[in-house]
């Protein structure tokens, strides 16, 4: 069992003051972080390209402020950050703070989207062609991080996303550490891979992690190093060292280096949802399976992903296979 005999580490202090800041220490003027700017060539649509990174409403490494700003944190190679990112007047700055600043800046304009290329995508479905127009911003992002793309990604293994995205948030908070400089409250880093690997085996299932996704993330972390190595791999070769860990398949692999790659053709098969829902935007078919969503994909080899992208932001969905509930009777059940 994931843990059992491992000591617990010790969790962050939050005594109603500053995120792990005890109440009784007064909070300080934040110090202005490092600060890059950066210009894309194109249209830049913060949302489209960073949402993909964001683990619910409540993830604790993400953040989207009224101000415009998208913070995030990370567990960069040179040590955890913060980074704030705000694109305005065709420019994008980025302001982060901690050990790992300096990499996420560096870091920024492929974040943003510079190593995508949307240009070589080409639409043959009106569907695609009409989307693309109306969301000229869209850019697939690359972290160049894994670990924090695939531990979520394993959550998420067979489980609805309400549950995976809980799991992330208290996993998360319980044994992360408090994001550097000026975050919003409630922002953390996540742990350190050593951390995940002594977190007993009661904190999982307190999270709602079964036996087996906690396992895939102990035996992930375990070799965590050479994981990471695969950030600086084409995205398929990234997939098979992935899929060398046990508990990590095609589904996982796919959406990890969609991420940490920013693998344009890298489709998710073995999901629930997503076969019907292109089946439906392209065909008209909602009950699609996994052959005929590649099938109708095929058209877009090396683009993939994108295609698939642009159906998910199009809002073109199955219709429900039920009535909805009369609003009368919202409630009584």
Do not use: C
Request: without cysteine.
């Amino acid at each position: 069992m994931a843990g059992r005999f491992a000591p617990r580490p010790p969790r962050p202090t939050v005594r109603g003051g500053q995120a792990g800041v005890p109440a009784s220490v007064p909070r300080q003027a934040a110090a202005p972080g490092r600060v890059r700017t950066w210009t894309p060539d194109g249209p830049l649509d913060l949302g489209l390209v960073l949402g993909p990174l964001r683990r619910g409403q409540g993830d604790p490494t993400f953040r989207a402020t009224p101000d415009g700003s998208v913070w995030r944190t990370g567990r960069t190679p040179l040590g955890p950050g913060t980074l704030r990112v705000l694109a305005h007047g065709g420019k994008a700055r980025g302001e982060a703070w901690g050990p790992g600043a300096a990499w996420l800046l560096e870091q920024l304009p492929e974040l943003l989207g510079a190593t995508d290329d949307p240009s070589a995508f080409v639409p043959r479905h009106r569907l695609l062609a009409l989307t693309r127009h109306r969301r000229p911003g869209l850019r697939l992002t690359r972290t160049g991080l894994v670990l924090e793309s695939l531990i979520p990604s394993v959550l998420e293994q067979k489980v609805t996303t309400v549950e995976a995205y809980a799991a992330w948030r208290t996993l998360v908070r319980t044994f992360g550490e408090p994001a550097p400089g000026p975050a919003p409250a409630g922002m953390y880093v996540m742990p350190a891979p050593r951390t995940w690997a002594l977190i007993p085996s009661w904190e999982w299932h307190r999270a709602g992690v079964d036996d087996k996704r906690a396992s895939t993330v102990l035996r992930a972390v375990r070799v965590a190093a050479r994981l990471e190595e695969a950030a600086r791999m084409t995205p398929e070769r990234a997939r098979e060292r992935l899929e060398l860990v046990p508990g990590i398949g095609p589904w996982t692999s796919a959406e990890t280096v969609q991420r940490s790659h920013g693998a344009a053709d890298a489709v998710t098969v073995g999901d629930l949802h997503l076969p019907g829902i292109v089946g439906w935007a392209l065909a008209g078919n909602r009950n699609a399976d996994d052959a005929e969503m590649l099938r109708l994909l095929e058209p877009y080899a090396g683009q993939r992903h994108r295609a698939a992208r642009l159906i998910l932001i199009s809002g073109r969905v199955p219709p429900r296979r039920a009535p909805r509930m009369p609003k009368g009777d919202i409630g009584r059940l």
